[in-house]
């Protein structure tokens, strides 16, 4: 399930999208009650030029929603919840176990199925027509997502996977995986981060069994929609799944983050559930969200076949819990090959207390740069995934420091600052100048912009 509907930016190139001859190496894993087993699989990322992206032996022929960019793509089957000793396999694992051994069928073996090796090319039908996501909702835009072409797209949550999963007959499921999305530039945002999304479905016996003189309570009635329930369920059967719900995630967070955490929960929106919350924690004296939640939409639900079912759906970002964990400052970290990085999360077991200790603090590097707007095809969006694309992980922060608006022209100008700090060495001002450089021609030529170099 989406944490927050806040995905937004994504710019087309034709310059500094994808090159003819990229290859990465991907895996593809896949999972049910177990340990994770990988098979490698290649997959090529062609050309704009050449009018198809190929991804794990499948080609995609582009068209005018294309935008995904050979930096991302470079990205796409690195598979970091899958990589032994991770700080996100650490996460993932730990969670798993939770389940595992809290959550048992009747026959004693793990209520919850995961899959973490599940494609993260997915129909734009998955990701939003199947999740009741309406078609001019804010998240669609192509600013906000990774578009292979106007019918596929590399997912922006799990959630693309529910519909299946269930139509598939799983009633408790986790599923696990990348998700790309347009974001700001900051230490808490990168384009590629990891989700784990949770679904559990309850029959009318498997809700009001354990619950005195349950046996004439019902899941669904012809009701009213309100802000507490859907107008198809019942009071008692949505108080009831919302109750265990939040349970469940209160006692997942108490195990990960200890005895004594505080939680609340906040109101919220989510397309495909409803009613729909936020969990906060009280970490060091700070509150910090940390996931979303919510009963599931009954359209959904019955249209992946469970008709006779009530569920809840949870998101949770693997990023924002271990840098919370472990006191990870920067996101960018979890993409480094630094081995001071990663030996500090190797251990004896997944549970094992971890606090990162920082690498030598490099000096930032500090430029501006300024430009008119075009008039109309400017979105903000599009320069930070342009900053991005050429400077990649160097880019530590992009803050619009001034907008101003010409009294006369009329024409607006926008001033950015971009804070440049390589995590693991320190950066010159020549390497630095190029990089900006680059920024201020590809602004013009890409975005259509007016320079005020």
Same mark, same amino acid.
């Given at each position: 399930?989406?944490?927050?509907?806040?995905?937004?930016?994504?710019?087309?190139?034709?310059?500094?999208?994808l090159s003819?001859?990229?290859?990465?190496?991907?895996?593809?894993?896949?999972?049910?009650?177990?340990?994770?087993?990988?098979?490698?699989?290649?997959?090529?990322?062609?050309?704009?030029?050449?009018?198809?992206?190929?991804?794990?032996?499948?080609?995609?022929?582009?068209?005018?929603?294309?935008?995904?960019?050979?930096?991302?793509l470079?990205?796409?089957?690195?598979?970091?919840h899958?990589?032994?000793?991770?700080p996100?396999?650490?996460?993932?694992?730990q969670?798993?176990?939770?389940?595992?051994?809290?959550?048992?069928?009747?026959?004693?073996?793990?209520?919850?199925?995961?899959?973490?090796?599940?494609?993260?090319?997915?129909?734009?039908?998955?990701?939003?027509d199947?999740l009741?996501?309406?078609?001019?909702?804010?998240?669609?835009?192509?600013?906000?997502?990774?578009?292979?072409?106007?019918?596929?797209?590399?997912?922006?949550?799990?959630?693309?996977?529910?519909?299946?999963?269930?139509?598939?007959?799983?009633?408790?499921?986790?599923?696990?995986?990348?998700?790309?999305?347009?974001?700001?530039?900051?230490?808490?945002?990168?384009?590629?981060?990891?989700?784990?999304?949770?679904?559990?479905?309850?029959?009318?016996?498997?809700?009001?069994?354990?619950?005195?003189?349950?046996?004439?309570?019902?899941?669904?009635?012809?009701?009213?929609?309100?802000?507490?329930?859907?107008?198809?369920?019942?009071?008692?059967?949505?108080?009831?799944?919302?109750?265990?719900?939040?349970?469940?995630?209160?006692?997942?967070?108490?195990?990960?983050?200890?005895d004594?955490?505080?939680?609340?929960?906040?109101?919220?929106?989510?397309?495909?559930?409803?009613?729909?919350?936020?969990?906060?924690?009280?970490?060091?004296?700070?509150?910090?969200?940390?996931?979303?939640?919510?009963?599931?939409?009954?359209?959904?639900?019955?249209?992946?076949?469970?008709?006779?079912?009530?569920?809840?759906?949870?998101?949770?970002?693997?990023?924002?819990?271990?840098?919370?964990?472990y006191?990870?400052?920067?996101?960018?970290?979890?993409?480094?090959?630094?081995?001071?990085?990663?030996?500090?999360?190797i251990?004896?077991?997944?549970?094992?207390?971890?606090?990162?200790?920082?690498?030598?603090?490099?000096p930032?590097?500090?430029?501006?740069?300024?430009?008119?707007?075009?008039?109309?095809?400017?979105?903000?969006?599009?320069?930070?995934?342009?900053? /991005?694309?050429?400077?990649?992980?160097?880019?530590?922060?992009?803050?619009l420091?001034?907008?101003?608006?010409?009294?006369?022209?009329?024409?607006?100008?926008?001033?950015?600052?971009?804070?440049?700090?390589?995590?693991?060495? @320190?950066? @010159?001002?020549?390497?630095?100048? /190029?990089?900006?450089?680059?920024?201020?021609?590809?602004?013009?030529?890409?975005?259509?912009?007016?320079?005020?170099?």
């Amino acid at each position: 399930m989406a944490m927050l509907w806040k995905f937004m930016r994504v710019a087309k190139y034709s310059k500094t999208a994808l090159s003819p001859k990229v290859k990465v190496r991907g895996i593809s894993t896949y999972s049910r009650h177990s340990s994770s087993k990988s098979a490698p699989s290649d997959f090529a990322a062609g050309a704009p030029c050449s009018s198809t992206v190929e991804l794990f032996g499948k080609s995609y022929p582009q068209d005018d929603y294309s935008n995904v960019t050979e930096k991302i793509l470079s990205k796409v089957g690195k598979n970091l919840h899958n990589r032994k000793h991770h700080p996100l396999w650490l996460i993932k694992e730990q969670v798993k176990e939770h389940f595992y051994k809290h959550y048992l069928g009747r026959r004693g073996t793990p209520l919850f199925s995961v899959y973490d090796g599940l494609s993260p090319v997915v129909t734009v039908q998955q990701n939003f027509d199947s999740l009741l996501i309406p078609q001019n909702h804010a998240s669609r835009r192509k600013e906000d997502n990774y578009y292979l072409n106007r019918e596929h797209m590399l997912r922006a949550h799990t959630s693309a996977h529910q519909w299946d999963l269930i139509h598939s007959g799983l009633d408790a499921f986790l599923a696990v995986g990348d998700v790309y999305r347009r974001d700001t530039i900051d230490s808490t945002h990168y384009p590629v981060f990891h989700q784990m999304e949770g679904v559990r479905l309850f029959s009318c016996h498997e809700l009001f069994s354990s619950i005195k003189d349950g046996e004439g309570l019902q899941l669904f009635e012809q009701g009213h929609r309100t802000a507490h329930k859907q107008e198809c369920h019942t009071m008692e059967a949505v108080r009831l799944v919302e109750f265990n719900l939040k349970q469940v995630l209160t006692k997942l967070m108490t195990h990960i983050f200890g005895d004594g955490l505080q939680v609340r929960w906040v109101d919220c929106y989510f397309p495909f559930t409803h009613p729909s919350f936020e969990m906060e924690i009280n970490f060091q004296g700070e509150w910090m969200e940390v996931l979303g939640c919510g009963v599931m939409e009954q359209q959904l639900v019955n249209s992946a076949g469970a008709q006779d079912k009530i569920g809840w759906a949870f998101g949770l970002g693997l990023e924002r819990l271990a840098m919370i964990l472990y006191d990870i400052p920067d996101i960018r970290l979890f993409w480094s090959e630094d081995e001071r990085f990663l030996k500090q999360f190797i251990g004896p077991h997944i549970w094992q207390k971890i606090k990162f200790q920082p690498l030598s603090r490099y000096p930032p590097l500090i430029n501006d740069i300024s430009f008119w707007l075009p008039s109309e095809t400017y979105s903000q969006n599009d320069f930070y995934d342009l900053v /991005r694309t050429i400077g990649g992980d160097l880019i530590e922060k992009v803050v619009l420091l001034d907008e101003f608006a010409h009294p006369k022209t009329k024409k607006v100008s926008h001033c950015y600052r971009i804070v440049y700090r390589h995590p693991e060495r @320190t950066l @010159t001002q020549d390497e630095v100048h /190029r990089i900006h450089r680059a920024i201020e021609e590809s602004a013009v030529r890409e975005l259509g912009v007016e320079g005020r170099f």
